[in-house]
């Protein structure tokens, strides 16, 4: 599979020079956006090399094309690159299918309400022809590099597309990672008042196919308390090492500036708080970067092919209950997607996979097979029903190391097998209320029936 990091260049040398390039851009972006729905009832069938050479035909004029049916677009952006303009048509592209897509989506909603007799009250998503859109600079065209750190890029300056000489940041390749990676065309963003060039480079990983007998995995419990709880297990549910990731003083620093917010809004009303918020993303980015971190170089220092977390996409909010305030408040800023969509992007880099498994009853069921458990006033520590006192992530880390390995058990034992030891191991016939007893249990009953 094909993995991309992409690395963020300040641009030293110029700032202002680019609003007009930025500005020429994103009102041609909106010409054929506008051009493109208009034309194109249905995309499907299309691709976006097809789609380039259909909307040139109809904007562009040449030798061959001398009167094209939008002839505007030459008199509005004279002299307008031939790379620029594809790059608006590709970007254009992908805004209108999504379009597309999401009110395919909407009606398919519409309809099934209608049939269960339901009021439907969503309103239809409406396509937005003004995009917050930068331009990619094609590497020889509109990006010539000169040096590390300095380069000649093309850009619309008093009125002219002209050659200018820019300096930039430069990076570690090293270590960033990607010092033998294919390097791609950069992009030209604009952040507050800054611009950065946006260097992607990509490589080809291959991930690793260890056996299922040979695997080792490392389970990850998120968690409010404890930011993640990780286990190094294998096929036989053997643990081999755990690990405790938590950012005391950031959650600390978190909640309490979430608090100074709610009293400014209490006080003023509903206020933007640009300080606040600025440092509310910035220690919740702190957050998801340790430990994404933290799990991934545990899994290399033990070796583990697989990384398995929770399904934890779809999550009901508590209500109904003394406490169910709080946990709201502290539901809201747990960044648990990000945390699992940078340790797989981090994994993959590393030739790791990751895996989800269920998510229901991990937390409640003990490991050991002796039925839920029960907490206690310290939320992180639960009690056995054989009165054994334990951790209460660590628990779930068990549980959910013991299903990933279940379940692809299941794939490889026959159906005969299955239904043979399910009947010498009840609780395996439903998945949320697999154990790591039951996976010991498994391979017990599969030594008895010989298989």
């Not at 909603?109 to 995009?131: D, I, T």
């Not at 299922?212 to 998120?222: E, H, M, T």
Request: glycine fraction near 6%; aromatic fraction near 12%; include cysteine.
């Amino acid at each position: 599979m094909k993995v991309v990091k992409t690395l963020r260049h300040k641009i030293t040398s110029h700032s202002n020079i680019f609003d007009d390039t930025l500005q020429v851009y994103r009102q041609a972006l909106t010409f054929v956006v506008e051009v493109m729905d208009r034309e194109f009832p249905n995309l499907d069938g299309w691709n976006i090399k097809a789609m380039t050479q259909a909307m040139e035909k109809l904007i562009h004029a040449t030798q061959k094309n001398p009167h094209p049916k939008y002839m505007d677009f030459d008199h509005l952006f004279y002299k307008f690159p031939s790379y620029f303009r594809r790059s608006a048509i590709a970007e254009a592209y992908g805004i209108l299918k999504s379009h597309r897509s999401r009110y395919d989506k909407w009606l398919k909603e519409k309809e099934q309400a209608e049939r269960e007799g339901r009021r439907f009250k969503k309103k239809p998503p409406k396509l937005q022809f003004r995009h917050r859109a930068f331009p990619v600079f094609y590497k020889g065209v509109m990006f010539q590099r000169t040096g590390d750190t300095t380069a000649k890029i093309k850009v619309f300056h008093q009125k002219d597309w002209v050659w200018i000489t820019i300096r930039f940041k430069g990076q570690d390749l090293q270590k960033r990672g990607v010092i033998n990676w294919k390097e791609n065309n950069p992009s030209l963003v604009k952040v507050g008042k800054k611009y950065f060039l946006h260097i992607s480079y990509q490589k080809s990983v291959a991930l690793n196919n260890t056996p299922l007998s040979q695997q080792k995995i490392c389970a990850v419990d998120l968690g409010l308390n404890q930011s993640a709880v990780c286990s190094i297990m294998d096929v036989n549910g053997t643990v081999f090492a755990r690990k405790f990731i938590n950012q005391a003083k950031e959650k600390d620093r978190l909640y309490r500036m979430t608090n100074k917010l709610k009293k400014a809004q209490r006080q003023s009303g509903y206020i933007k708080a640009p300080r606040y918020w600025r440092r509310i993303n910035g220690l919740q980015k702190q957050i998801v970067n340790h430990t994404a971190h933290e799990i991934v170089r545990f899994a290399q220092d033990y070796g583990a092919d697989v990384i398995v977390f929770e399904y934890l996409d779809h999550m009901k909010m508590p209500k109904g209950f003394y406490g169910a305030k709080r946990l709201r408040f502290r539901l809201h800023y747990w960044r648990k997607q990000g945390i699992q969509q940078k340790v797989t992007e981090m994994a993959h880099c590393q030739g790791i996979r990751v895996a989800r498994v269920n998510a229901r009853n991990t937390s409640q069921l003990a490991f050991d097979g002796t039925g839920v458990v029960k907490r206690k006033g310290k939320k992180d520590v639960c009690q056995f029903s054989s009165g054994k006192i334990y951790h209460a992530d660590l628990n779930a880390t068990y549980n959910i190391g013991a299903r990933y390995f279940l379940r692809e058990l299941r794939k490889s034992t026959s159906e005969r097998e299955w239904l043979s030891v399910e009947a010498k191991v009840p609780s395996l016939a439903r998945r949320t209320q697999q154990t790591l007893a039951s996976l010991i249990s498994f391979h017990q009953a599969m030594c008895q029936i010989g298989a």
